[in-house]
């Protein structure tokens, strides 16, 4: 098995305190007297072995304590180097620090013990007050440095974890902005669709009419067609442009359609609508004080004039019913339109008519249903009418 390469920071310690050694043993510094083993270059193999326990404090953590602490045990049956000791003391600190979760946690127990051990060994051994002292010095090289890793490798976990949360906290904010941009433009593509759609609709339609059919009578009622739709899609485009600038300021954006307005809306796909041979009908039975939450009443008006725009574009000759009512905490939208084939131009259709009025609909937690029934295209909307309805 290969080892990894140690550290550039471990190897500077473990030179600095192998040249720290070299020094206090060159000047004959040492920290005790009267050793098993008296020869002066014994103090040197701890001290070595120490050093590159130092090498290994990041790397080989679990290792290093181990070598470590039979290198300190040998240095105290030599004259004992006070280099040795402190390296040993950081090599502890390490094994907490760098170690693996279980190997921190149970580092500090073990030298706990450990010292204990050692005094009331030296207690009963000696049984005067340098075993205290001995347990003191223990302690100090050995369980105050695993305490002082295990704070600062806590106080490390904690900023870890703060900075995850941190991380995480920044990254959601991110998905819901995108979230906010995506559902943002989906809106404002539903509104650009529902306010321009109707209008140019018309305007495809008569045109076509006019270009297809040689009478000045129809070419003139045609342009005047396409006039009044022209202005008005413009009119509609510039209240969502005002909508979009509007930046919170004293510019008031334009007035948002009700359903106050849908005779005349009705009104206006029956002039559109007229070239393809058909009648338009509104029954309108809400009663006249219930008031509905704004973005209940955009979506009932959006699905209404999509709901036109289609029959304009797409129904056979025949009458188109429109019927809005409510009950209770309910407002029903309903569009009857005839179903076939129909003579004259037709304009196309992309489909997303359908796909934002159900998007309107269950938004706001609602049912929307668009489907063939005999020979009627059945358009039904059932939107919640109280405050607790959504944004549209």
Partial sequence: ????????????????????GLVLWWFGLHTQVDRWFTQRWA????????AGCEAMRRTAPRAALTAGTLAVVADQFTYGSLATVL?????????????????ARRVPYTTGLVTVGVTIGFLVWWQNAYALLIGV???MISFLPAVTGAIVRNHRETA?????????????????RAQAV????????RELHDMVANHLSAIAIHSTAALSLDEPATTRQALKVIRENSVAGLAEMRRLIGLLRDSGGETEP?????????????????????????????????????????????????IVQESLTNAVKHAAPGTVRVRVGRSGGVLTVAVDSPYGERPGPRAPGSGQGLVGMRERT?????????????????????LPAEERAGTA
């Fill in 1 to 20: 098995m290969t080892l990894p390469r140690p550290h550039r920071t471990d190897l500077f310690i473990a030179a600095l305190g192998l040249v720290g």
């Fill in 43 to 50: 103090v040197l193999v701890p001290l070595v072995v120490m």
């Fill in 87 to 103: 390296m040993f003391t950081d090599v502890v600190y390490a094994a907490v620090v760098y170690g693996s979760p279980a190997h």
């Fill in 137 to 139: 010095i223990t302690g």
């Fill in 160 to 176: 870890d974890a703060a900075r995850l949360r941190a991380e995480q906290t920044a990254l959601l904010a991110e998905m819901d």
């Fill in 182 to 189: 995506v559902a943002e433009r989906a809106r404002m593509a």
């Fill in 254 to 302: 334009g007035a948002v359609p009700s359903l106050d307005a849908l005779d005349a809306l009705v009104e206006r796909a029956r002039a559109n609508g007229s070239a393809g041979g058909l009648d338009f009908v509104l029954e309108d039975t809400r009663p006249p004080d219930g008031a509905l939450p704004a973005p209940v009443e955009l979506a009932a008006y959006r």
């Fill in 362 to 382: 269950e938004l706001l937690g609602g049912e929307f249903r668009a489907a063939v029934s005999g020979a009627v295209w059945q358009v039904r909307a059932v």
